[in-house]
């Protein structure tokens, strides 16, 4: 049997490890790339107590502190039943909390890039009376989830990217629960089927949870739902079942469930929730429907359904009366409908990608074009009509594979578009209309009868990056003029022919090339780039090679530059292809493949 041996006489702990039976600690463990405000706790405890820093490591100064810098030092009081945020300076050493059965609610966070600057045990958790809120972020916890299962008061319980483990079917015990997010801990498995016990529950977040499985049928008697969010792990079958369980949840804000091809069901279930639903995400499903049914769900913000072959509809019909909609994504998708001037003023993701919709995006009087001179941009005219007209805040627009026509210059008045792909429209207009748009990322107009001279008239779209002229015979220019940015253009056997006259800084990134076409500039394009800087942000082929047709000069001396500059090149990383020849040490100043016609 064991023994123990109590005493008067007084005694010294010399364990840095030995704990109060009450105790709960902290470890904090110092970054390199601390950033100040970024790790913080907030504790409201029900009775006062005093939080300390204890166990320093040698030579260290460390301190609690405030939003604004006000050092604490290395104690604070906190008062009871007052929540009460403090943050951390950078090192070694541990937080002592030490009551941790006072604790009422309990946030933490740290935001990137400090992975492990907190870590404690959940095991330490059991048994604490009116606990009601256990929250943290992005914190290296350990332990088993079912420590909190007797902590039958908790209503809030959050652990976002920990390493936490266990089965949520423990948690069957938190019959008063109303919140539940476990966001990436992928440790964390276990059958949605647990909240057949939880008859409160309002918000089920367990995105990114790849052990967490069941049916949607387990929803059914869950009234209060307002926030359901679940796994949606790209290349795994987490969840099954029809979305019919959700009907006549009026309550609900947000529903995400992407990436599961074995959840079924018809969209039209939503249809009744017009004064609450403002999120739905169903992406990759095998969902069906009209979208039409849904017009009278005015307050949806994020609409994204791509992907899900069978869901019908007209658009136009959806999109009227949607003054809140800001994302939607409908592409690859049996959706319709012409948009012609339907208004949706805060649009600011759109995505038509290969669906039926059709309409104008609107027409001119006069395109927003340079002067002779390209001294200065005229601002565009009013739009006579069309879908763009009133979507001033866009930011992508993406309608490829679609019959949408009018005016690309209608974008001219979009000052913050940043990716615009019309690839296979009817749309027409000079691309010039886009020059005054520095917010431009990426321009898709291939197969389109959009002209205008690329050089010039995107000259002034500085973070313009990517361009995509396939199949656009109308579009030429010169394109050493494109901005430093541009790091790739892809064209066609069908595509005008370009030229490069001006000189590119060497400040300027190489431009990646696909199938361009540049006749007799082709040596000078090369002995240009040489020069310039590669692009390192990126492992694909197509952004590493330079692709090209041409004629080599028969100058001696350029020629032989011209070798010279695809050996640099080469040595920065890129595949240099000419007239379909791969360029090797042992080609250089071989005439074989001289003619690009």
């Not at 104690?75 to 951390?88: E, H, K, N």
């Not at 000052?415 to 615009?420: G, M, R, V």
């Not at 064209?491 to 076409?517: E, K, L």
């Not at 032989?560 to 042992?586: C, W």
């Amino acid at each position: 049997m064991s023994t123990c041996l109590t005493t008067k006489l007084d005694g010294v702990v010399t364990d840095k490890d030995f704990r109060a039976p009450s105790e709960f600690r902290i470890k904090v463990k110092k970054q390199d790339n601390y950033i100040q405000v970024r790790s913080w706790f907030t504790l409201n405890s029900r009775v006062n107590q005093t939080v300390k820093i204890i166990n320093e490591a040698d030579g260290e100064d460390n301190y609690f502190f405030d939003i604004n810098g006000n050092n604490f030092g290395k104690s604070i009081d906190f008062q009871a039943l007052t929540a009460r945020q403090v943050y951390c300076s950078n090192g070694t050493y541990e937080i002592s909390i030490p009551n941790k059965y006072a604790i009422a609610t309990f946030d933490m966070g740290r935001y990137a890039p400090m992975m492990d600057f907190f870590t404690f045990d959940i095991d330490e958790l059991k048994y604490i009376p009116g606990m009601n809120a256990w929250n943290t972020s992005g914190v290296a916890a350990k332990g088993d989830i079912k420590s909190l299962a007797q902590n039958t008061t908790l209503q809030n319980i959050t652990l976002e990217r920990t390493n936490v483990k266990g089965d949520i079917e423990d948690l069957k015990t938190l019959v008063n629960t109303r919140y539940i997010r476990f966001t990436v801990c992928n440790d964390v498995s276990g059958d949605v089927a647990v909240v057949e016990h939880m008859p409160e529950l309002r918000n089920l977040e367990i995105f990114g949870c790849t052990g967490i499985h069941g049916n949607m049928s387990s929803f059914s008697n869950c009234s209060h739902f307002q926030w359901l969010v679940l796994p949606s792990v790209a290349g795994m079958i987490n969840i099954s079942g029809n979305i019919s369980s959700l009907a006549n949840k009026n309550e609900l804000i947000t529903f995400q469930c992407e990436n599961e091809p074995n959840l079924v069901g018809d969209i039209s279930v939503f249809k009744t929730n017009t004064n609450n639903l403002q999120n739905i995400y169903v992406s990759n499903c095998d969902l069906e429907g009209d979208v039409a049914e849904l017009a009278t769900c005015n307050r949806l913000v994020n609409f994204r359904v791509s992907n899900n072959m069978n869901i019908t509809g007209d658009f136009g019909e959806f999109l009227a009366n949607k003054s809140y909609l800001s994302y939607t994504d409908i592409q690859n998708t049996a959706i319709s409908g012409d948009i012609t001037d339907i208004n949706v003023p805060n649009l600011v993701s759109f995505n038509i990608n290969a669906t039926g919709v059709t309409g104008s995006i609107g027409k001119v009087d006069f395109a927003g074009l340079s002067d002779g001179n390209n001294n200065e941009i005229l601002p565009a005219h009013s739009v006579e009509d069309g879908f763009v007209k009133h979507c001033s805040s866009i930011v992508d627009f993406i309608a490829n594979n679609t019959m949408l026509e009018g005016d690309i210059d209608v974008f001219a008045n979009c000052s913050k578009l940043n990716n615009l792909q019309l690839y296979n429209t009817k749309v027409e207009g000079d691309i010039s209309s886009l020059a005054g748009i520095t917010t431009l990322t990426n321009i898709n107009i291939g197969f389109t009868n959009i002209h205008g001279d690329i050089g010039t008239g995107l000259s002034g779209c500085t973070n313009l990056s990517q361009l995509y002229v396939e199949f656009c015979p109308l579009i030429t220019g010169d394109l050493s003029k494109l901005g430093n940015n541009m790091r790739y253009v892809s064209a066609s056997n069908s595509s005008g022919q370009f030229i490069w006259n001006t000189t590119r800084p060497s400040s300027a990134y190489i431009i990646a090339m696909n199938n361009v076409h540049l006749g007799e500039y082709l040596d000078a394009m090369l002995i240009n780039q040489a020069n310039c800087q590669p692009n390192k942000s990126t492992t694909s082929t197509w952004w590493n090679s330079i692709n090209v047709r041409g004629t080599h000069s028969t100058d001696a001396a350029t020629r032989a530059n011209a070798n010279n500059a695809v050996r640099a090149l080469m040595n920065k990383g890129y595949s240099v292809i000419i007239n379909g020849v791969l360029q090797t040490e042992a080609l250089l100043g071989q005439d074989a493949a001289a003619s690009g016609d």
